[in-house]
């Protein structure tokens, strides 16, 4: 049971909790989390700012939003049940659908009971006295736990960049990220969407064929490639159910956590350019990512190689749209394919052969303000009745350096990541023990199919936590040494890569003053799943594990 204590703030009845473990988040991560911590017997809650379960695919309800892995991938693999009985009704899920999906495990698992929903934590702090943390939700109650779990998310931040005039404009605004639950309704509107990246992608399509008008505003072209979506087949779901275990492990060794895509051992230079262009065409038929992202092994390590895929998809953009200049306008060139994240559409590029659409470069002719009649970039102004920002997020670090994160008496964790994240593994940060990260920066995470990833760290921090209690140890903190250590072979995976030249959210490249660090850990989850688990297997290496205020275990 949670020792729960009720009092008065203001007008608001508040409870303080004392708890085993904190969990900050209630999306995919925060959930499954609760479930092993039961699962170990210790006391845990989660602490969700929305009104419902669901993270990312809770606020992301943004028309066309839509998962860009396969749904038999992308979906917990912790039960066998589940697997076998949950039915997705299409081969890419609808955010209605992965939110369906999330709220029935939630209720079958009967995880409910354990989340607070409409909390946001605000402040964090570690008491070395008595190994503890105390945080503080913006409704002013105190939550006393021994460890914490930071499942905040890696695109939970929405960010609309800081135009001058947002708050003259007269019509309606709203952000991918933050998508009003009750919809919108853009019929007969004139619309601007901002962004083009994989919400705007996805949004495009749709809101064209609604509104009466549509600007795209679009700084940096993007390379997308075609979803290939429809109905779930028997013959996709029926033999891969029927796997499903061995598809799944063989996932969990991959490099991006999806199955059925094994690690290629061909060089594209070194393929027939008749060869090369037949594979890419039947990728581009197949649909999805992955099977481009893996079709070389020099894909993403080598220029020259990398250019016959980017030149691939440039000529099917010239070959979809119509008006060369708008093709031209559309084409990418100033990074690598798959070195930002690769989108996923449904005739994206088609949606701009439409009469009723018009792009707009706002490279050479910027925003310089929002008016109260629309924007206005260099060279004029585009009158309009609502603007959907597809703008972005502060990823990966934006959500945790917004709690005030701190061990008493030293610097919070966003002034120690003023230069950029550093964290061994990207579970754990030196300095602030008993505080866990799933997927954060220097893991894997983003790189992968999340749900694995999320179960892989979860997994971890289980088997860590129930190794402490057995041993009546209270404190768990990384060394400085071995976080050391890991961030350079983090940044040496990636400087072996093209990854760091994209300006991408991997890099911060999209938050005006964010340090430029390559956050992500590109060597595969396979790879680092072995090194997660040596490090385990060497009684937690690189971590120190000390105090005696020991944690019981029910049952
Ligand atoms: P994003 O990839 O960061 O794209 C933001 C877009 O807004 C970019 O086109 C960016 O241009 C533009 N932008 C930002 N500030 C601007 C400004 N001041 N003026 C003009 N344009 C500006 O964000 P996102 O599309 O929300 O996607 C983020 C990530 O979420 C994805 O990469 C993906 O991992 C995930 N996601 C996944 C799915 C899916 O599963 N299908 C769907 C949506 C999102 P620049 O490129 O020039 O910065």
């Given amino acids: 049971m949670t020792d729960t204590e009720a009092k008065t703030v203001g007008r608001l009845t508040v409870h303080d909790d004392t708890l085993d473990v904190a969990i900050v988040g209630g999306g995919l991560a925060g959930l499954y989390a609760i479930h092993r911590m039961r699962g170990l017997g210790l006391t845990a809650r989660v602490y969700e700012a929305g009104s419902g379960v669901g993270g990312t695919w809770f606020w992301n ?25 949950w039915r997705w009704p299409e081969r890419y899920a609808t955010q209605p659908q992965i939110l369906s999906y999330i709220n029935h495990v939630a209720e079958r698992f009967d995880l409910l009971r354990d989340v607070q929903l409409n909390t946001r934590i605000a402040a964090a702090e570690f008491d070395r006295a008595t190994d503890r943390w105390t945080l503080r939700t913006d409704k002013g109650a105190v939550v006393s736990a021994r460890f ?21 404009f007269k019509g309606n605004w709203c952000h991918s990220g933050m998508w009003p639950a009750e919809g919108v309704d853009f019929s007969g509107q004139r619309v601007g969407i901002i962004g083009t990246g994989s919400s705007g992608i ?17 700084r940096t072209p993007n390379f997308s490639l075609p979803a290939q979506n429809g109905p779930m087949e028997p013959d996709r779901e029926d033999p891969h159910k029927a796997r499903y275990p061995a598809r799944r492990q063989e996932a969990r060794m991959s490099g991006f956590g999806v199955s059925g895509y094994p690690s290629p051992t061909q060089s594209a230079l070194d393929a027939p350019a008749e060869e090369r262009r037949r594979r890419y065409e039947e990728l581009w038929q197949r649909g999805g990512s992955i099977g481009f992202l893996t079709c070389y092994n020099d894909f993403l390590v080598d220029a020259k190689a990398n250019e016959t895929a980017a030149e691939f998809v440039r000529e099917k953009i010239r070959s979809i749209v119509r008006d060369p200049t708008v093709a031209e306008m559309l084409v990418p060139i100033d990074h690598p394919i798959g070195t930002k994240r690769l989108c996923l559409d449904t005739g994206y590029y088609e949606t701009y052969n439409r009469d009723n ?24 102004e585009y009158e309009l009745d609502a603007i959907a920002f597809a703008t972005g997020f502060d990823a990966m670090t934006g959500a945790l350096r917004e709690i005030d994160l701190r061990v008493k008496g030293e610097a919070a964790l966003a002034d120690v990541w003023e230069a950029g994240p550093r964290t061994y593994l990207g ?12 997927t954060g920066p ?8 999340m749900i694995l990833s999320i179960e892989q760290h979860v997994d971890w921090i289980t088997d860590l936590i129930a190794y402490a209690c057995d041993r009546s140890i209270s404190r768990i903190e990384a060394e400085h040494e071995a976080q050391d250590r890991w961030v350079a072979h983090v940044n040496e995976v990636a400087d072996s890569t093209l990854y760091p030249v994209a300006n991408s959210w991997y890099v911060g490249a999209n938050i005006p003053g964010k340090p430029r660090v390559f956050m992500p850990y590109v060597g595969g ?18 971590f120190i594990l000390s105090g005696s205020r020991s944690l019981k275990r029910a049952g």
Avoid at 148 to 162: E, H
């Fill in 61 to 85: 309800r943004y028309p066309g939003a839509r998962c860009d892995i396969e749904s038999l991938e992308y979906s917990y693999a912790f039960s066998e049940e589940l697997d076998q009985e």
């Fill in 148 to 168: 914490c779990i930071m499942a905040t998310g890696n695109l939970s931040t929405p960010r609309v960049p800081d135009f001058k005039g947002l708050e003259t």
């Fill in 202 to 218: 996805q949004m495009i399509p749709l809101i064209a064929r609604q509104a009466k008008h549509l600007h795209v505003f679009q």
């Fill in 357 to 380: 659409v018009l792009l707009v470069d706002v490279r050479s002719a910027p925003i310089q303000e929002i008016t109260e009649r629309g924007v206005r970039t260099a060279g004029r």
């Fill in 427 to 438: 579970l754990s940060v030196a300095g602030f023990p008993n505080m866990f990260l799933v």
């Fill in 442 to 449: 220097g893991s894997p995470g983003v790189k992968s199919q």
């Fill in 525 to 542: 989850v396979g790879v680092y799943r072995r090194k997660c688990d040596e490090v385990a297997a060497n009684g937690y290496q690189g």
